[in-house]
């Protein structure tokens, strides 16, 4: 009796019908109208480009290069422009966590301005309390996190946006950018966001909450209180989501 492999299995196709009154469970599939279907992979991050002012070698020897680019030092003065924390998981396509990944930034300034010999933007002023680069790595839940500002706009450019590159071992390494749905109109403008499909550009861009980080621990509110004269004075610091999914190598 010759008997036909089920492996490996094209991915998006159903395998067979179960015979009536067969159970199975395999974790991960989907059973319907007794037919066993794999689940459709998550659709890759688009790749974008990463620009004529990717860090120049030389930034990753600066003092400060961690994931706050707000401020360099916690007695610092902040940098320009409004706040936001940009955070998310790099996952594969079946939806998994990737550990170890090394996540990386650029942007511009509040100004518009990047730190790179290449842009000498004279109407631009580069602001030095602003970090320009960040760098971080993934633990086992997959996840980053980057406190930074809204992006200033440039000749060229119309769309505001955070360029990333992500590497991992066993996957693509991906570079592409984010934009945030509050500046609509500006990203219908750009030529690069323009390029993307309708649901490439759902991938890239970041539903930002406006509303107020929540309340601090209770053992924390009698500080942040003395804080509250300060605190409204500054914009509240906006938050956003921007998951990334990788492509094997």
Same mark, same amino acid.
């Given at each position: 009796?010759t008997t036909?492999?089920?492996?490996?299995?094209? =991915?998006?196709?159903? @395998?067979q019908?179960?015979?009536a009154g /067969?159970? @199975?469970?395999?974790?991960g599939w989907?059973?319907?109208n007794s037919t066993? *279907?794999?689940? &459709?992979?998550?659709?890759l991050?688009p790749v974008q480009?990463?620009?004529?002012f *990717?860090p120049?070698v030389?930034? !990753?020897?600066?003092l400060?290069n &961690?994931?706050?680019?707000?401020?360099k030092?916690?007695?610092?003065?902040a940098a =320009?422009?409004?706040?936001?924390?940009?955070?998310?998981? %790099?996952?594969n396509q079946?939806?998994g966590p990737v550990s170890?990944s090394?996540?990386e %930034? $650029?942007?511009?300034c509040a100004?518009?301005?990047?730190n790179?010999?290449?842009d000498?933007?004279k109407e631009?002023? @580069?602001?030095?309390?602003f970090q320009f $680069?960040g760098r971080? +790595?993934?633990g086992?839940?997959g996840?980053?996190s980057?406190q930074t500002i809204i992006p200033g706009?440039?000749?060229g450019?119309?769309?505001?946006?955070?360029h990333?590159?992500?590497d991992?071992?066993?996957?693509?390494s @991906?570079?592409?950018?984010?934009?945030f749905d509050?500046?609509g !109109?500006d990203?219908?403008k750009?030529?690069i *966001?323009?390029?993307?499909?309708k649901q490439d550009?759902?991938? %890239?861009?970041?539903?930002v909450? #406006?509303s /107020? #980080?929540? /309340?601090? #621990?209770?053992?924390? =509110?009698a500080?942040a209180?003395r804080e +509250? /004269?300060?605190?409204a004075?500054?914009?509240?610091v $906006?938050?956003?989501?921007f &998951?990334?999914?990788?492509?094997?190598?």
């Amino acid at each position: 009796m010759t008997t036909t492999s089920l492996s490996p299995i094209p =991915r998006r196709r159903f @395998l067979q019908t179960l015979a009536a009154g /067969a159970t @199975l469970s395999i974790p991960g599939w989907s059973l319907a109208n007794s037919t066993l *279907y794999l689940p &459709d992979d998550l659709p890759l991050t688009p790749v974008q480009t990463s620009g004529p002012f *990717y860090p120049e070698v030389t930034i !990753e020897k600066q003092l400060h290069n &961690d994931t706050n680019l707000v401020r360099k030092l916690a007695d610092h003065e902040a940098a =320009r422009g409004q706040q936001i924390e940009v955070s998310g998981i %790099v996952k594969n396509q079946r939806g998994g966590p990737v550990s170890g990944s090394v996540v990386e %930034v $650029w942007q511009a300034c509040a100004t518009g301005r990047y730190n790179h010999s290449k842009d000498r933007s004279k109407e631009n002023l @580069l602001d030095n309390n602003f970090q320009f $680069w960040g760098r971080t +790595i993934t633990g086992r839940d997959g996840r980053y996190s980057f406190q930074t500002i809204i992006p200033g706009k440039y000749p060229g450019r119309f769309g505001r946006h955070i360029h990333y590159r992500i590497d991992a071992e066993g996957y693509r390494s @991906l570079t592409t950018q984010c934009y945030f749905d509050t500046f609509g !109109e500006d990203n219908a403008k750009d030529g690069i *966001y323009h390029r993307l499909s309708k649901q490439d550009r759902r991938l %890239v861009t970041v539903q930002v909450d #406006k509303s /107020a #980080k929540k /309340a601090m #621990k209770a053992e924390a =509110r009698a500080a942040a209180e003395r804080e +509250i /004269a300060k605190k409204a004075r500054r914009p509240a610091v $906006w938050s956003g989501t921007f &998951d990334v999914v990788l492509a094997k190598a």
